[in-house]
C-alpha cells in the first residue's frame, strides 16, 4: 500500500513537470524529482539506478553519496 502511494505521487509529479522542450530544444527532463543513491550500492547497482531515474523517468537531480 505504501509502495503503492509512492509510486502514484512520484508518477503525478512528474507528469505535471515534465518538460518536453525548453527554448525550442527538446529536454524531456523534470528537475521537480531527485534521487540520491547510497554509498553501500555497488557501481553496477548505481548504474541501473542511475539509468531508471535518467531514461526511464527523465530526472536531472540524480546523485550518489559516496561522490560527497
Known sequence: RAMDMVA???WETRDRTFQEKKDGDTVM???????????????EE???IRKLF??????VC???QARI
Open 8 to 10: 502514484d505521487r512520484l
Open 29 to 43: 527532463q523534470t528537475t521537480a524529482i531527485g534521487h540520491l543513491g547510497g554509498a553501500t550500492l555497488d557501481n
Open 46 to 48: 548505481n548504474y541501473l
Open 54 to 59: 535518467t531514461v526511464g523517468l527523465g530526472m
Open 62 to 64: 540524480v546523485s550518489n
